[in-house]
């Protein structure tokens, strides 16, 4: 009887610590949210329960590793991770949700195992990594003069080519570009150019170029 109320405390917990991982990546709109993770904390707890259990019913009678089963969550987890992983263009989103996804199976295994100081400590940790650590690395971006540039053009060839190279005359450093084309108008596109700018740059320099390409109507700068 002790045994079952330790199991459900251990799974109840795991739950708990996977969800508050969870809500964090539901309140930023990612794929991978409050549900996803409760189920991966949930299920790796279980995992590693089972492993244990079987450990104790038949350790008496052949030499069990209670890992062995368990040790498979760390690389099956890593499939469930790859499918939060996106390519956009030139960059790669969902790093940080297939990360989390990892760490909350490591925290159900941990729960599961009875290491509840080691499971809570790791959550509050990914917690504040997750909220805070963020704005420093905002910050750090900022220092490092990353930008976007919103740039209306004409749609016709060679002309996303003709920006880029003028952005090349600067050494601005190009990171990422996303086209996007409005439904009611076929002639004309709009680039998301994610730009790094040399410490010397001249913004409204760069800007009044842009504008005078032929093709370009309007040039801003976030």
Not at 24 to 42: D, I, M, P
Not at 131 to 149: D, I, P, Q, S
Not at 152 to 175: A, R
Request: with cysteine.
């Amino acid at each position: 009887m002790v045994w079952e109320l330790e199991i459900i405390l251990r799974l109840l917990l795991a739950a708990l610590l996977g969800g508050i991982i969870g809500l964090e990546r539901e309140a930023v709109n990612k794929a991978a949210g409050f549900r996803t993770h409760t189920l991966v904390s949930v299920g790796s707890s279980l995992i590693m329960i089972v492993s244990i259990s079987i450990f104790l019913e038949f350790s008496y009678r052949t030499n069990i590793d209670p890992a062995r089963i368990a040790a498979q969550v760390v690389s099956g987890i890593g499939f469930l991770g790859a499918g939060a992983i996106m390519r956009s263009g030139a960059s790669v989103k969902g790093l940080t949700t297939a990360a989390t996804l990892w760490v909350v199976a490591g925290i159900g295994l941990a729960v599961g195992s009875g290491s509840y100081l080691a499971a809570i400590v790791t959550t509050i940790i990914v917690y504040i990594s997750l909220v805070y650590l963020y704005r420093l690395e905002n910050a750090v971006n900022l220092k490092k003069r990353l930008h976007t540039l919103h740039v209306e053009m004409d749609d016709k060839p060679g002309q996303i080519g003709l920006v880029c190279s003028t952005l090349g005359d600067y050494e601005i450093n190009i990171k990422n570009i996303e086209v996007i084309r409005e439904k009611h108008d076929n002639q004309t596109i709009q680039l998301e150019i994610l730009v790094k700018l040399p410490a010397k740059a001249n913004i409204n320099n760069i800007i009044a170029t842009l504008e005078s390409l032929n093709g370009v109507h309007k040039v801003k700068l976030s």
